[in-house]
């Protein structure tokens, strides 16, 4: 199995940002977390960042060009205003999980509007860096 896990504007600066939400581990440690989780369950993963939205939606063509089975995508921001991002999803095919870190809910009530989040089989967030594990166990177990 393979999937793309795509990271949207600002989560390069996870371990920087707002460290009361998104905690003090780096960008990195998240990215090898993700990486050391995957292989344990034998899927392969790619990881892209990017703050621009339109390599997000580059990303998410190449995912269906690349014959990936799945894709996991934090977009961040884009999460409550891209179209571009979500008319990408539904255009590639492939189940999409969306994840936050945070519990977008229960913040601000712009975060709660997920524009994106309806192209996606469903949403994960709360569980800090877990929330990335839990859509890899989702996703596996919705393309079986």
């Known amino acids: 199995m393979k999937i793309m896990v795509i990271n949207g504007v600002n989560l390069n600066f996870v371990g920087i940002r707002e460290k009361n939400i998104y905690g003090d581990k780096s960008f990195e440690s998240l990215c090898n977390g993700i ?11 790619t990881l892209f960042q990017s703050n621009c939205e339109g ?3 580059d990303a998410l ?13 934090n977009p961040g921001a884009y999460t409550h205003y891209s179209y ?8 590639i095919s492939i ?11 229960s913040r601000e009530d712009f975060r709660k509007i997920g524009v994106t ?5 469903g949403q994960i967030s709360g569980f800090g860096e877990n929330s990335y594990k839990l859509a890899i166990d989702a996703l596996t177990e919705y393309v079986k």
């Open 35 to 45: 990486k050391e989780y995957a292989e344990q369950k034998g899927v392969e993963v």
């Open 55 to 57: 390599e997000i939606v």
């Open 61 to 73: 063509q190449r995912a269906y060009f690349e014959g990936y089975d799945g894709v996991i995508i």
């Open 84 to 91: 571009a991002i979500y008319d990408a999803i539904k255009s």
């Open 95 to 105: 189940p999409c999980i969306e994840v936050h870190m945070s519990n977008v809910h």
């Open 117 to 121: 989040t309806a192209a996606c089989k």
